[in-house]
């Protein structure tokens, strides 16, 4: 789970403006379960997903690999694709 504090680290660093970061882990799961990510023994899959201002998903990658890199471009682009 990332902290508040690392959250505004990683916004910062990637000049993110006014994005609102979520690490979605609470102990029941409700918001991993909602978008899909599996919650096994307390743990919950990595997942990024991109919404726009109207609540649409417009990008995403899930990985079962915590230790997986993602592809930090490809969000990034969804992102800038939002403001566009």
Sequence with gaps: M???FSQAEFAESRELGHTTLLAAFEQKGATAMAYGTDVDLGFVGRATFVIDKRGFVQGAELTDNPGHKRDEE????ARAACNA
Excluded: K
């Excluded at 490809?74 to 682009?77: E, F, H, P, S």
């Design 2 to 4: 990332d902290s508040r």
């Design 74 to 77: 490809r969000y990034l682009a």
